[in-house]
T-cell receptor, first 111, second 114 residues
Framework: RKEVEQDPGPFNVPEGATVAFNCTYS??????FFWYRQDCRKEPKLLMS???SGNEDGRFTAQLNRASQYISLLIRDSKLSDSATYLC????????????FGTGTRLLVSP | SAVISQKPSRDICQRGTSLTIQCQVD?????MFWYRQQPGQSLTLIAT?????????ESGFVIDKFPISRPNLTFSTLTVSNMSPEDSSIYLC???????????FGPGTRLTVT
C-alpha cells in the first residue's frame, strides 16, 4: 500500500463548479498534513495546511479525519486558474521532518 | 516565505559526468532538503542537508551518488555523480521555516542525461 494515495484524475469541471479531492495515508503516526498545488513544469507551492478541526481559506476547505486516515480538499466556485495538480502531503515527523507526497490529482477547469 | 533560487535551471549532460546543483535562500533556515521528481511522478525525498554535518539520506539514495554540502544556513549543493539516463529528472531543494512544518520549494533544476 502506498504511503499517501490519491485519485490521479483528471477531474474535468466547468467554471463555478464545486470539486472535492480525497487522500488517504497509511502511517497512523503522521502528525501534520498539507495540500500543495503544482502547475505544469513548476515547483509545488503550499496551498494550505490541514488542521484537525478542519480549516478554510477563501474558496478552499481542508478536512482531516485521523480515525479514517483521510484528508480532503474542497474547492468551491472553481476558476480557470485553479487548473493544476493538487498534491496531498503528509509529514511523518519520525524524529525529523519528512514529507511524503501523493502522486497528485489533476484538475482541469473549463469555461 | 523565504525566496529560494536554484542554479542551473536546466542542463543536458552526458552519461558518466557529474552535475552540481546550487540552492540559495535569502534568509537563514534550519532545515534544507533535496527532492527528485521523475517524469510523470510525484516528489521523492533524497536527503536532508544538515549544516555542519553529513546529510541524512533516504532509503535508496547514497552519498557516493548524491553528495550534498551545506556550508551555512543559506546555501546547499547537490551533486548528481556518474550520471546515467535514469537520473533524468527535476531536482528541487526545499526549506522549512521555523515552527510550522511547511516546506517551500525552489524552482527546480531540470536535468536531462543523454
Amino acid at each position: 500500500r502506498k504511503e499517501v494515495e490519491q485519485d490521479p484524475g483528471p477531474f474535468n469541471v466547468p467554471e463555478g463548479a464545486t470539486v472535492a479531492f480525497n487522500c488517504t495515508y497509511s502511517n497512523s503516526a503522521s502528525q501534520s498534513f498539507f495540500w500543495y498545488r503544482q502547475d505544469c513544469r513548476k515547483e509545488p507551492k503550499l496551498l494550505m495546511s490541514v488542521y484537525s478541526s478542519g480549516n478554510e481559506d477563501g474558496r478552499f476547505t481542508a478536512q482531516l479525519n485521523r480515525a479514517s486516515q483521510y484528508i480532503s480538499l474542497l474547492i468551491r466556485d472553481s476558476k480557470l486558474s485553479d487548473s493544476a495538480t493538487y498534491l496531498c502531503v503528509v509529514n511523518q515527523n519520525t524524529g525529523f521532518q519528512k514529507l511524503v507526497f501523493g502522486t497528485g490529482t489533476r484538475l482541469l477547469v473549463s469555461p | 516565505s523565504a525566496v529560494i533560487s536554484q542554479k542551473p535551471s536546466r542542463d543536458i549532460c552526458q552519461r558518466g559526468t557529474s552535475l552540481t546543483i546550487q540552492c540559495q535562500v535569502d534568509s537563514q533556515v534550519t532545515m534544507m532538503f533535496w527532492y527528485r521528481q521523475q517524469p510523470g511522478q510525484s516528489l521523492t525525498l533524497i536527503a536532508t542537508a544538515n549544516q555542519g554535518s553529513e546529510a541524512t539520506y533516504e532509503s535508496g539514495f547514497v552519498i557516493d551518488k548524491f553528495p550534498i554540502s551545506r556550508p551555512n544556513l543559506t546555501f546547499s549543493t547537490l551533486t548528481v555523480s556518474n550520471m546515467s539516463p535514469e537520473d533524468s529528472s527535476i531536482y528541487l531543494c526545499s526549506v522549512e521555516e521555523v515552527g510550522g512544518g511547511e516546506q517551500y520549494f525552489g524552482p527546480g533544476t531540470r536535468l536531462t542525461v543523454t
